[in-house]
């Protein structure tokens, strides 16, 4: 009897424990804007290869199977579901949501462009459509400033924004909406606040107008819900649970047979 059952266990309940981390923060980010759920991936570690398949016995025959005992399993990775989320009406003039593909644009103070599905866009004190609070919100790319005097917003399905101003019966456009979209979305970095950052593994972004090269459609009034789905991560927390608990039973029963061992010489 060797402590490796222990080492085996504890990285069973290691990888329990992120996975619990990953479904926490999908339950806190049930009611985010935009929020995009995670999953946790696993798998198995290296194996301890006692026999290999293929050796001869006694009687000078191939073995048929060998005996492996595995050493445990780890987390390969967290991926990113970007499936559409819940439609959920405001009929606020600046709210803003994607239906199909495609990510905001939007001017981070440290000079980066960084992407969101969130639409709760406002006009800050210089007239600027940003996303988020007017103190620090990010302002969209390409810039759009709504005038002073304008009476109402308009957002078409393409993303053209045009304003109504007194003593005028027509619409004056004042900007173009442009969305980005990734080969790979699910390598870009989160960053907080629904933001995203480029890296080398979703590629450089491709931008264009909505409704344009498979990107998708503007909805002006309507926001974009969490893509978490409650009840599955109450039953994902469920399984999780017990698979913590059995590991850790594992771990106990380990230590007893350790410690049957142990006292077999007094």
């Known amino acids: 009897m060797s402590v490796q059952t222990l080492y085996t266990a504890a990285t069973g309940m290691q990888s ?9 923060n999908n339950l806190a980010n049930v009611n ?37 005992v595995g050493l445990g399993v780890r987390v390969s990775s967290t991926q990113t579901d970007f499936t ?9 003039q600046l709210d803003l949501l994607i239906e199909g593909e495609g990510f905001f644009q939007l001017a981070d103070p440290s000079g980066e462009i ?21 103190s620090i919100g990010r302002p969209i790319q ?33 900007g173009q909406i442009q969305l ?5 979305p699910e390598g870009l970095i989160k960053l907080g606040d629904g933001l995203y950052a480029e890296t080398a593994s979703s590629s ?32 994902d927390l469920i399984t999780t649970q017990r698979s913590f608990e059995l590991n850790s039973q594992t771990v106990q029963a380990g230590d007893q ?5 142990s006292n077999l010489r007094r």
């Open 180 to 184: 980005a979209t990734f080969i790979n």
């Open 257 to 261: 047979m350790l410690q049957l061992i």
């Open 142 to 174: 390409p810039a759009i400033t709504i005038p002073q005097d304008a009476t109402a917003v308009e957002v078409s399905t393409d993303g053209i924004v045009s304003v109504r101003q007194p003593g005028s019966n027509t619409l004056n456009e004042v």
């Open 16 to 24: 329990m424990q992120t996975k619990l981390d990953v479904i926490a």
């Open 32 to 68: 985010t804007n935009g929020f995009k759920k995670d999953r946790a991936n696993f798998e198995d570690l290296f194996y301890d290869h006692i026999t290999l398949p293929g050796n001869r016995d006694a009687a000078g025959n191939l073995t048929p199977t060998g005996t492996e």
């Open 204 to 235: 450089a972004p491709i931008t264009a107008n909505p409704q344009t090269n498979g990107l998708g459609t503007i909805r002006k009034g309507m926001l974009e819900a969490s893509n978490v789905e409650p009840v599955q991560e109450l039953i």
């Open 114 to 134: 960084v992407y969101s599905r969130a639409g709760n866009f406002s006009v800050n004190s210089n007239g600027q459509v940003v996303q988020g609070s007017a």
């Open 84 to 92: 559409q989320g819940a439609f959920t009406t405001t009929d606020r």
